[in-house]
T-cell receptor, first 116, second 116 residues
C-alpha cells in the first residue's frame, strides 16, 4: 500500500526567506505526486503535480517541486516566501483504483507559519 | 466553471441522528471522490465513483455510511446513526479522464460535521 511521510509538522520562516517542505513516499510503481495547500476551514488547492517527464515541476504561486526517484522524495520549494503563503501543505501520492480512478493518499501535512 | 460545490458547509447534529451531504462536481467531470479529514490529519479516501458507478470503497466506510451518485452528476453521502467519532471535514473532489491518463482532483470546500 502507498504511504506519504511529511516529517515536519510545523515550520516557521521569515517573509522573504526560502522554503523547503519535505515529502517522502512509498509506492510500488511510478508514482503520481501532488502538493496541495489548505487554508483554515477551506478545501484543498492544487499547487503542482508530477505525472511523468521532467522531474522538476513548476506550480502556481511560485512553488516548484523536484521528484527524486532514488530518494523517494518530492520536496516542495519556494525561493521567497510571502506572508500569504501561511497555510497547511499536504503532499499526496496517487494510485490507480478500479476503473482507472485516482485515489490519493495524503501525508499528515506541514503547517507553515510566516513571520513578518 | 464554478468549481466543486458542497452543501452544507457546516452541520451540527446530535449523536444518533442521520445526516446527508451533497456534492456537485465540476460539470464535465466523470469521476467523483469522497474524503474525510479529521483534525490534524490529511484527508483519507472514502469512496470513488466513475459516472454513476461506485467502484471503490475504503474500509473506513462502515455500514453506517452510504454514498450515491444518481445519473452520474451530483453525489450524496449519508451517515446513519452518527457517532462522535464521525466529527470531521468531509471533502468531495472531482476529476476528468483524458484518454489513458487522468487529471488531478479538484476539491470542494468541504462540509464540517460536528456530532454532539
Amino acid at each position: 500500500a502507498q504511504s506519504v511521510t511529511q516529517p515536519d509538522i510545523h515550520i516557521t520562516v521569515s517573509e522573504g526567506a526560502s522554503l523547503e517542505l519535505r515529502c517522502n513516499y512509498s509506492y510500488g510503481a511510478t508514482p503520481y505526486l501532488f502538493w496541495y495547500v489548505q487554508s483554515p476551514g477551506q478545501g484543498l488547492q492544487l499547487l503542482l503535480k508530477y505525472f511523468s517527464g521532467d522531474t522538476l515541476v513548476q506550480g502556481i504561486k511560485g512553488f516548484e517541486a523536484e521528484f527524486k526517484r532514488s530518494q523517494s522524495s518530492f520536496n516542495l520549494r519556494k525561493p521567497s516566501v510571502h506572508w500569504s503563503d501561511a497555510a497547511e501543505y499536504f503532499c499526496a501520492v496517487g494510485a490507480q483504483v478500479t476503473g482507472g480512478g485516482n485515489k490519493l493518499t495524503f501525508g499528515t501535512g506541514t503547517q507553515l507559519k510566516v513571520e513578518l | 466553471d464554478t468549481g466543486v460545490s458542497q452543501d452544507p458547509r457546516h452541520k451540527i447534529t446530535k449523536r444518533g441522528q442521520n445526516v446527508t451531504f451533497r456534492c456537485d462536481p465540476i460539470s464535465e467531470h466523470n469521476r467523483l471522490y469522497w474524503y474525510r479529514q479529521t483534525l490534524g490529519q490529511g484527508p483519507e479516501f472514502l469512496t470513488y465513483f466513475q459516472n454513476e458507478a461506485q467502484l471503490e470503497k475504503s474500509r473506513l466506510l462502515s455500514d453506517r455510511f452510504s454514498a450515491e451518485r444518481p445519473k452520474g452528476s451530483f453525489s450524496t453521502l449519508e451517515i446513519q446513526r452518527t457517532e462522535q467519532g464521525d466529527s470531521a471535514m468531509y471533502l468531495c473532489a472531482s476529476s476528468l479522464r483524458q484518454g489513458a491518463r487522468y487529471t488531478e482532483a479538484f476539491f470542494g470546500q468541504g462540509t464540517r460535521l460536528t456530532v454532539v
